[in-house]
């Protein structure tokens, strides 16, 4: 295929391929997905017709992911204050910014949840899907519903729906197995699905087991570690059905949490962090127990909204946005099993952020230096997180400051395409301008460029710019176009 007619089919014949699930007709190569995030207030700021049209000549983008659903700042409102704004869109902070749903709730979606579906009162007279749509599928541009598992705890009916810690204490986070989430996430794709013309959904939940939690095994920036949940009755019942002892589970998790306080608190057992912890898991198997019923009540979820989008219209595709961690911890890639993910998902969009990958690796070899790798060096640390993570790149003392390469980009790639099979689409998550720390790496054009290049060159049946178009500064974006316009589709 030549770069014009490429150019031509990833915007026109753009269609029922992009998300295809099986189409009538010859079979054809897919168009690959030319995708960006892109949320509410970048439209309102700068025009709907502008902003597509700038999409289009500047990275050949034929598919929106508009960020229609979150509480948070990683894919809604504008740059967040202590960055640089952009060189385009409304230049002053919005940190009045608090989210919710940007189209229009329609009440009898949400009947059988107790979450209420507040509109975003950031723009309370703009339904981002209604405005956006029409104009994008004049321009042979697909839309996509992008959601993410982000609230507040302030949100009318949360307290219903939340995760109960070891402690009995509720969290800020909804609990996956209570129905009270789950149909609220169902309610709202059926709300997308059924109220306006869209031509998927992708759904985020940037979240981890208990295990994890306690071990620190992320990026963020907490060092005392995460959330060890749930505890909920709902969690409860389903351990007595499979038959894990309750309380040998709260006793093991109780012993974990003294572990990593101390571990964090600087002291070293006799016999080191990694057998300690391991002996923690042989006398308490009740703690990956624990770990898995967690993840199931994720993995339902994920199953509940394939069915349901499946019900609705079948041509209409339903995806997942993999986490980072994905990228760092062997204990959450362990958990992402991309062919069990092929029963119950149209494409990933698996997170490879090379930019601010670097400080984000950095950080999680700090906090995973912090527990369970704490008798090793923060250099052996990474050395071994290289090792099993399947890919190599500079010392510690640099990754901050450098980011990750391309060759990290085409590595996870490859893994990702050999792992989903042939009925999987891969999308990789292309950062452009993630906010890093001051000396901390910052997107360059031909940063964009090189990752784009190695998404495709790995296999990728589309690229996705993330994580917010109201962050990216334009040459950037520029770069990505110019990477997708030189490449030749398989
Ligand atoms: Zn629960």
Not at 18 to 25: E, N, T
Not at 36 to 50: L, P, Y
Request: hydrophobic residues 35%.
């Amino acid at each position: 295929m030549d770069r014009r007619l490429f150019l031509e089919t990833s915007t026109v014949v753009a269609g029922s391929a992009v998300l295809g699930r099986a189409s009538p007709g010859p079979r054809r190569p897919d168009p690959p997905m030319i995708g960006i995030q892109v949320g509410a207030v970048s439209f309102v700021d700068e025009g709907t017709d502008k902003v597509l049209d700038g999409f289009q000549e500047m990275a050949a983008i034929n598919t929106l992911f508009l960020a229609t659903f979150t509480y948070g700042r990683g894919i809604g409102g504008r740059q967040l204050r202590g960055q640089p704004l952009p060189d385009h869109g409304k230049q002053e902070y919005d940190d009045s910014f608090r989210g919710g749903n940007f189209a229009t709730p329609h009440p009898q979606y949400y009947r059988h949840t107790s979450i209420a579906p507040e509109k975003a009162p950031d723009h309370p007279s703009y339904d981002v899907i209604a405005d956006v749509l029409p104009a994008a599928h004049r321009r042979g541009m697909r839309v996509i519903c992008w959601f993410e598992d982000v609230f507040r705890r302030d949100v009318p009916g949360f307290d219903q729906a939340a995760e109960i810690d070891l402690h009995g204490k509720p969290t800020g986070l909804t609990c996956h197995r209570n129905p009270n989430a789950r149909n609220f996430w169902l309610g709202l794709a059926e709300d997308y699905l059924r109220s306006y013309d869209v031509d998927g959904l992708m759904w985020g939940s940037e979240r981890q087991g208990p295990l994890d939690n306690a071990l620190g095994s992320s990026h963020g920036s907490s060092s005392a570690g995460g959330v060890i949940a749930c505890f909920c009755s709902h969690c409860l019942d389903a351990a007595r059905k499979e038959e894990i002892n309750i309380a040998r589970a709260r006793d093991g998790y109780l012993a974990l949490e003294r572990w990593a306080a101390a571990l964090r608190a600087g002291q070293r057992p006799a016999d080191g962090a990694f057998v300690t912890f391991w002996r923690l898991l042989v006398k308490y198997p009740e703690l990956l127990a624990w770990e898995r019923l967690w993840n199931e009540g994720l993995s339902d979820t994920y199953r509940a909204l394939y069915g349901l989008a499946q019900g609705i219209d079948p041509a209409k595709g339903i995806g997942w946005h993999i986490w980072h961690n994905n990228s760092f911890s062997p204990f959450y890639r362990a958990e992402q099993d991309y062919a069990e993910f092929g029963k119950y998902s149209d494409f990933l969009k698996v997170v490879m952020y090379n930019n601010c990958g670097g400080p984000r690796l950095a950080q999680y070899v700090r906090n995973t230096h912090g527990t369970v790798f704490a008798d090793l060096t923060p250099d052996q640390t990474l050395d071994f997180v290289y090792g099993v993570q399947q890919y190599r790149e500079q010392s510690l003392a640099r990754i901050a400051e450098t980011g990750l390469s391309a060759d990290y980009v085409l590595r996870e790639t490859q893994r990702a395409v050999a792992g989903a099979g042939p009925h999987l689409k891969i999308w990789p998550g292309i950062d452009i301008d993630i906010p890093t720390g001051a000396g901390e790496k910052k997107t360059q054009p031909d940063d964009v460029h090189q990752a784009v290049r190695a998404a495709f060159q790995g296999g990728a049946h589309g690229v996705l710019l993330s994580r917010k178009y109201s962050e990216m500064r334009l040459a950037n974006l520029r770069a990505a176009g110019r990477a997708v316009r030189e490449v030749k589709p398989a």
